[in-house]
């Protein structure tokens, strides 16, 4: 947060032996330390390579891609969390479209939904830390209340109540299955055939190891079978380093301490003052701001000014392979990412437009009140004009070659 240089709250994945090729238990810890730059080599095992899913997990697959539960009859969810994209957007808009006509904008970028698996709800941390929670203001407590909401939203698949969504699930070729596995009179019942669309839907993506595989090139050197080449080193020392790039003080580079993988967030929110993005059609009104944890979507944490315009720290695995950057999808080019990150304050001509007074209208996508709020303490954004970046451009280019090795799919003999 904007004043914090406390240690932030962290959440470690913890797995116990794997036994038989059933869903696996995890269980969650809650760590806290600051994130950092180990990376100590402790083989963990392996998760199984075929896992059996459950019947509402299968369900789940079906419906997951079923575009005949939208109101245009062309959108599922993996329409805009495309598998073949690590579960994001594969086009390049700031915002998709959806609605009965395809032609009604959201107003944040699609985040990828690898590693959500075992999020908890949103929670504030014993330091005050806003932490964990699904969506990018953690306004959904469960992957299962998550996905009722594109389901019924207006700009998304458009259903427009329970009864709309149920009589189309009643048309879909796995009614049958949704009967066995769920009552064969659930369909009388659409509040509660909704809530079994979002479990199976929760359940595909919890059990399913598409979502959460952990073999990018990192993860085979964190396990001892590989080496990194020294410009994927490099970046990663960058990365860790706290007086340079200080990325894993909030995107997690190193094993938990019971040996979990990393997920490359802290799942904390932060504010970073990105950029207001004129690509956002809701952005022509001027008088329109995505505060984040403070509204105008989430709405229970709207008189926590602090929190104006906090957003959750995404993980970077797979972030090479993203077309659309932070929340507003204001970056199309990961270069561009970095060069905000560590020329914000030497440079913010370069990322912010003029007021009027032709001054530099410095977070741009701030009311002014809430300016204060953007994180200015924190390495890489304690800077000044004048001062040197924290990253040259060669060592934003060794960052981006370490952040290639976090691609999930790594073949080790290709
Ligand atoms: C029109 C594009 C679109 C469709 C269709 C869509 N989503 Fe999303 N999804 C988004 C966007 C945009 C967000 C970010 C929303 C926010 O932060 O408020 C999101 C967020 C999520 C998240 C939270 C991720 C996180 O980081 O916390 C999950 C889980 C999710 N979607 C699952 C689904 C499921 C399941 C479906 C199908 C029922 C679905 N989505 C359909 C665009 C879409
Ligand atoms: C103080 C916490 C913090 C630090 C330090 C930090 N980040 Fe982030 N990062 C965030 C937050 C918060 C977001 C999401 C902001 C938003 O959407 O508005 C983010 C988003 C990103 C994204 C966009 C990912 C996506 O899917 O849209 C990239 C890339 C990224 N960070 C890379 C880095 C790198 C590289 C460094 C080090 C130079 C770094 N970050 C340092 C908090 C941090």
Same mark, same amino acid.
């Given at each position: 947060m904007s004043s914090s240089t406390l240690c932030r709250s962290s959440i470690a994945r913890h797995f116990p032996p794997l036994s038989g090729t059933r869903t696996a238990l995890f269980s969650l810890l809650l760590l806290s330390g600051c994130g950092g730059g180990g990376t100590a080599v402790t083989p963990v095992a392996a998760p199984p390579a075929t896992i059996t899913l459950s019947a509402a997990a299968l369900l789940g697959q079906k419906i997951f891609s079923d575009t005949s539960l939208s109101a245009s009859g062309q959108m599922a969810c993996a329409t805009c969390h495309n598998p073949a994209n690590a579960h994001a957007q594969s086009n390049d808009l700031s915002v998709q479209l959806g609605g009965a006509n395809q032609q009604i904008p959201g107003t944040r970028a699609v985040p990828s939904l690898r590693y959500l698996n075992l999020l908890p709800a949103f929670f504030f941390a014993k330091d005050g830390t806003p932490t964990a929670g699904f969506n990018r203001d953690g306004s959904a407590a469960t992957l299962a209340g998550q996905a009722r909401v594109p389901l019924l939203a207006a700009h998304e698949m458009a259903n427009i109540s329970a009864a709309d969504l149920t009589a189309r699930l009643a048309k879909a070729a796995y009614v049958e299955e949704f009967r066995q596995v769920f009552g064969s009179d659930i369909l009388a019942a659409p509040e509660q055939a909704v809530e079994r669309i979002g479990f199976a839907l929760q359940q595909y993506q919890k059990e399913?190891?598409? @979502? @959460?595989? @952990?073999?990018?090139k990192y993860d085979q050197f964190l396990a001892g079978k590989i080496a990194l080449n020294s410009a994927e080193l490099r970046g990663l020392a960058l990365f860790n380093n706290p007086a340079k790039g200080n990325c894993a003080a909030c995107h997690v580079s190193a094993r938990g301490a019971d040996g979990s993988a990393p997920l490359f967030t802290d799942f904390s929110y932060d504010n970073i003052g990105v950029p207001r993005n004129p690509a956002i059609p809701a952005n022509a009104d001027p008088a329109y701001f995505d505060l984040g944890l403070c509204g105008p979507i989430r709405n229970d944490l709207s008189s926590r000014s602090d929190l104006c315009g906090a957003f959750k720290v995404p993980t970077l695995r797979n972030v090479t392979t993203r077309k659309v950057f932070f929340h507003n999808g204001r970056f199309t080019n990961l270069r561009d990412v970095l060069g905000f990150y560590v020329r914000r304050d030497t440079n913010p001509e370069e990322w912010y437009p003029r007021a009027a007074d032709g001054s530099i209208d410095k977070f741009d996508d701030l009311p002014a009140a809430y300016k204060k709020n953007v994180n200015t303490v924190e390495v890489p954004y304690n800077r000044l004009p004048g001062m040197a970046p924290a990253l040259s451009a060669q060592e934003i280019d060794d960052v981006i070659t370490f952040l290639g090795t976090l691609n999930d799919g790594y073949q080790i003999n290709p």
């Open positions: 399913d190891h598409d @979502f @959460f595989p @952990f073999d990018a």
